[in-house]
């Protein structure tokens, strides 16, 4: 069981919006910043969001982080086929002392 | 360019070690902390363990902790994982990623993974 919660599953129609949830606790995402991943089949993770709302060089703005209290949302506006994938929210564990992540969210993109 | 390349996964029984390598490149080593993390087929990412970049400090997920340790040679550029007592649920695709954050873990660079099969 993973210390951080995801929804299962989401889906929504290209060109639509779509929110995925992240939620933790004091000692994880109430203490540290969120990093936001995507993962296609047979990938490596691929980094779209870290320090809560930062997108790296070449993330579309279509891509969006957000961080209240003890929980995080990613955003994706202006869905397409190809943003079929799982998602993966992580952050630190201050009382572990070790990372964490969520359990994975599978967009699909009717 | 930043190269992340791990090897070392293979078929191994249970109880038996096994030492993960993950060779890197294109950066300067010795200036960024490291870290593993690991996938089982069909399931999410799991954090194995990290390592700063000075090498001071060394942090396990408590499901590995006594069992794998992570080092790194800055001769060679690289970041080892000795994974010792291997269970089945060690089973995992590994993967290396250098941590780019401070505030305090993200990673943007990973390598291709290696298989971990634990099996009798």
């Known amino acids: 069981q993973s210390v951080l919660t995801q929804p299962p599953s989401v889906s929504a129609a290209p060109g639509q919006k779509v929110t995925i949830s992240c939620s933790g606790s004091?000692?994880?995402?109430?203490?540290?910043?969120v990093s936001w991943y995507q993962q296609l089949p047979g990938t490596a993770p691929k980094l779209l969001i870290y320090?809560?709302?930062k997108r790296p060089s070449g993330i579309p703005g279509r891509f969006s982080g957000s961080k209240s209290g003890t929980s995080a949302t990613l955003g994706i506006t202006g869905l397409q086929t190809g943003d079929e994938a799982d998602y993966y929210c992580?952050?630190?564990?201050?009382?572990?002392?070790?990372?964490?992540f969520g359990g994975g969210t599978k967009l699909t993109v009717l | 360019q930043v190269q992340l390349v791990e090897s070392g996964g293979g078929v191994v029984q249970p109880g038996r070690s096994l030492r993960l390598s993950c060779a890197a490149s294109?950066?300067?080593?010795?200036?960024?902390?490291m870290h593993w993390v690991r996938q089982a087929p069909g399931k999410g990412l799991e954090w194995v363990s990290a390592?700063?970049?000075?090498?001071?400090?060394?942090y396990y997920a408590d499901s590995v902790k006594g069992r794998f340790s992570i080092s790194r040679d800055y001769s060679k550029n690289t970041l080892y994982l000795e994974m010792n007592s291997l269970r089945a649920e060690d089973t995992a695709v590994y993967y290396c990623?250098?941590?780019?954050?401070?505030?305090?873990?993200?990673?943007?660079?990973w390598g291709q993974g290696t298989l971990v099969t634990v099996s009798s």
């Open positions: 320090e809560d709302d």
């Open positions: 990623a250098r941590d780019d954050c401070t505030s305090p873990s993200c990673f943007p660079y």
């Open positions: 294109g950066f300067t080593f010795s200036n960024y902390g």
């Open positions: 390592i700063q970049s000075d090498g001071s400090k060394k």
């Open positions: 004091s000692s994880d995402i109430g203490s540290n910043s």
């Open positions: 992580g952050t630190w564990d201050s009382s572990l002392s070790g990372g964490v």
